[in-house]
């Protein structure tokens, strides 16, 4: 019996991992509307967030950000949150409702979402040094490293890792903590993953799709380099980390080599993989049971960040 066949899954988890899975596997979806508006942006975008969080939108120079306070404050700390979309997808309007979710899990703390710059058009270094600013951005707003949390899913975990080795190597002071769904940290796609799940993968899954295996955002760099695929960086130095990943990923090995890397260099990991669960799967907010606990425990991670810090 396979191994995946025994992962026991809600019945709207299995639900919605069938509903992408046919959602990404139809050619028309997959070209004409994932394919054309990868690099369109949702910034100007209307939305509607609850009562108690009001919204602004900051210029940044070369690309702008949006922050978002919550009326309910609890905390000192502020979380930067870099989105996801391999690099060559712009804010799009879920990540509001992420930003949304950190926030309400994190005491109301303030959250920083960059619409960073993409590629093809902006490839490597953009979105690292695009994450940079933000960073001393919110530096410049009074908040120490240790008050910043910086938080990513897909790609934006990625970045995430490699802005905190960005600042190491530069003798900077880090953030307080890193939270990673899913993230993608080996470009190089070398992951055994990349072909185990290849089958089973509901958003990746059963194509060769660019996306993955001819990214453009290292451009003429090594993939390799560690600030494109932090699973290939030194982790010594690096802050508590918390990282969530699903058994049905092709970049399940991606989040399996930082944690092996993280350990060896004795960083503080909190590290879960949610049987069953698809790239990203805590999109789905309260609608699931997996995701629902998976956004209790980005929660409870916060609080140990507080906790070590008292």
Same mark, same amino acid.
């Given at each position: 019996m396979d191994e995946h066949s025994k992962e026991t899954i809600s019945k709207k988890a299995k639900l919605i991992r069938e509903v992408v899975a046919r959602f990404n596997s139809t050619p028309y979806i997959k070209d004409h509307i994932i394919g054309d %508006?990868?690099?369109? $942006?949702?910034? =100007?975008?209307?939305f509607s967030y609850p /009562? %108690?969080?009001?919204? $602004?939108?900051? =210029?940044?120079?070369?690309?702008?950000? /949006?922050?978002?306070?919550?009326?309910t404050c609890d905390t000192?700390?502020?979380?930067?949150?870099?989105?996801?979309?391999?690099?060559?997808g712009a804010f799009k309007t879920n990540y509001?409702?992420?930003?949304?979710?950190?926030?309400?899990v994190s005491s109301g703390a303030p959250v920083l979402t960059p619409d960073y710059r993409v590629a093809p058009e902006n490839p490597f270094p953009a979105a690292l040094y695009d994450a940079v600013v933000c960073y001393d951005y919110l530096r410049g707003k009074g908040y120490n490293g240790d008050r910043i949390v910086l938080c990513g899913d897909s790609a934006g975990g990625g970045l995430a890792m490699a802005l905190c080795r960005y600042l190491l190597d530069r003798d900077r002071q880090?953030?307080?903590g890193i939270v990673a769904m899913s993230p993608w940290t080996d470009l190089t796609a070398s992951g055994e993953s990349y072909r185990t799940n290849h089958d089973i993968d509901p958003v990746f899954g059963n194509s060769g799709d660019d996306l993955i295996f001819k990214n453009p955002y290292p451009g003429i760099i090594d993939r390799r380099h560690p600030y494109i695929s932090p699973a290939f960086a030194d982790f010594g130095g690096?802050?508590?980390?918390l990282i969530?990943?699903?058994?049905h990923e092709m970049l399940l090995d991606d989040a399996r080599a930082v944690r092996d890397a993280a350990k060896s260099a004795g960083v503080l990991l909190r590290y879960s993989e949610y049987?069953?669960?698809?790239h990203v799967f805590q999109v789905a907010g309260a609608i699931m049971e997996e995701s629902k606990k998976a956004w209790a425990e980005v929660g409870t991670f916060f609080k140990e960040i507080k906790r070590r810090s008292e």
């Amino acid at each position: 019996m396979d191994e995946h066949s025994k992962e026991t899954i809600s019945k709207k988890a299995k639900l919605i991992r069938e509903v992408v899975a046919r959602f990404n596997s139809t050619p028309y979806i997959k070209d004409h509307i994932i394919g054309d %508006h990868r690099g369109e $942006s949702d910034f =100007d975008k209307s939305f509607s967030y609850p /009562e %108690h969080i009001t919204s $602004s939108k900051i =210029d940044m120079g070369c690309f702008r950000a /949006e922050l978002i306070e919550n009326d309910t404050c609890d905390t000192d700390y502020v979380l930067l949150h870099l989105h996801g979309g391999g690099y060559v997808g712009a804010f799009k309007t879920n990540y509001r409702r992420m930003a949304g979710y950190y926030s309400e899990v994190s005491s109301g703390a303030p959250v920083l979402t960059p619409d960073y710059r993409v590629a093809p058009e902006n490839p490597f270094p953009a979105a690292l040094y695009d994450a940079v600013v933000c960073y001393d951005y919110l530096r410049g707003k009074g908040y120490n490293g240790d008050r910043i949390v910086l938080c990513g899913d897909s790609a934006g975990g990625g970045l995430a890792m490699a802005l905190c080795r960005y600042l190491l190597d530069r003798d900077r002071q880090i953030p307080a903590g890193i939270v990673a769904m899913s993230p993608w940290t080996d470009l190089t796609a070398s992951g055994e993953s990349y072909r185990t799940n290849h089958d089973i993968d509901p958003v990746f899954g059963n194509s060769g799709d660019d996306l993955i295996f001819k990214n453009p955002y290292p451009g003429i760099i090594d993939r390799r380099h560690p600030y494109i695929s932090p699973a290939f960086a030194d982790f010594g130095g690096f802050p508590p980390m918390l990282i969530q990943v699903g058994t049905h990923e092709m970049l399940l090995d991606d989040a399996r080599a930082v944690r092996d890397a993280a350990k060896s260099a004795g960083v503080l990991l909190r590290y879960s993989e949610y049987p069953g669960m698809f790239h990203v799967f805590q999109v789905a907010g309260a609608i699931m049971e997996e995701s629902k606990k998976a956004w209790a425990e980005v929660g409870t991670f916060f609080k140990e960040i507080k906790r070590r810090s008292e």
